[in-house]
């Protein structure tokens, strides 16, 4: 698999483990249909790349450092109740602790920085979606990846 893969793979993989989420069957994913019930809670996917960071140091000293956020919405019919995505968030949220490593094929993910800076993971409030039919709290994992310099 390509990095990209690796990463994705490793980072879904995590979030599989953690109890008290919605099944995987009802997650949407980037670049795959989905078509969400209405009165089933789901997950929407993203993988974010942050701009490239270059450090000054010699070629043989230098680490290629690539980084981003793993987003994870949680959505929830109104009816559910707020508590419910709440609950779901914070699951995801301490399911990703500060400094974790996550390894897939050739890759190992840390999830601690963005940008080369300390960045835990955080949730961010929640309300009704655009068309008011789900409750969402989205739940920001940062993560990086640091790899020596072969040139």
């Given at each position: 698999m390509s990095e990209t893969a690796d990463l994705r793979a490793a980072?879904?993989?995590?979030?599989?483990t953690l109890s008290g989420l919605p099944a995987s069957t009802t997650w949407a994913k980037e670049n795959e249909d989905f078509t969400p019930d209405l009165e089933t809670p789901h997950l929407r996917l993203r993988l974010a790349f942050d701009p490239p960071v270059s450090h000054e140091q010699p070629a043989s000293l230098a680490r290629i450092w690539k980084s981003g956020v793993f987003e994870v919405r949680c959505y929830y019919p109104p009816l559910a109740g707020s508590a419910a995505a709440d609950l779901v968030a914070e699951t995801i949220l301490d399911g990703f602790p500060y400094g974790l490593e996550l390894t897939s094929g050739s890759t190992t993910v840390q999830i601690s920085r963005r940008n080369g800076r300390p960045a835990p993971p955080r949730r961010w409030g929640g309300g009704l979606d655009e068309d008011k039919q789900f409750w969402v709290v989205l739940c920001e994992v940062p993560w990086q990846i640091v790899a020596a310099n072969t040139l």
């Amino acid at each position: 698999m390509s990095e990209t893969a690796d990463l994705r793979a490793a980072l879904e993989a995590r979030l599989a483990t953690l109890s008290g989420l919605p099944a995987s069957t009802t997650w949407a994913k980037e670049n795959e249909d989905f078509t969400p019930d209405l009165e089933t809670p789901h997950l929407r996917l993203r993988l974010a790349f942050d701009p490239p960071v270059s450090h000054e140091q010699p070629a043989s000293l230098a680490r290629i450092w690539k980084s981003g956020v793993f987003e994870v919405r949680c959505y929830y019919p109104p009816l559910a109740g707020s508590a419910a995505a709440d609950l779901v968030a914070e699951t995801i949220l301490d399911g990703f602790p500060y400094g974790l490593e996550l390894t897939s094929g050739s890759t190992t993910v840390q999830i601690s920085r963005r940008n080369g800076r300390p960045a835990p993971p955080r949730r961010w409030g929640g309300g009704l979606d655009e068309d008011k039919q789900f409750w969402v709290v989205l739940c920001e994992v940062p993560w990086q990846i640091v790899a020596a310099n072969t040139l």
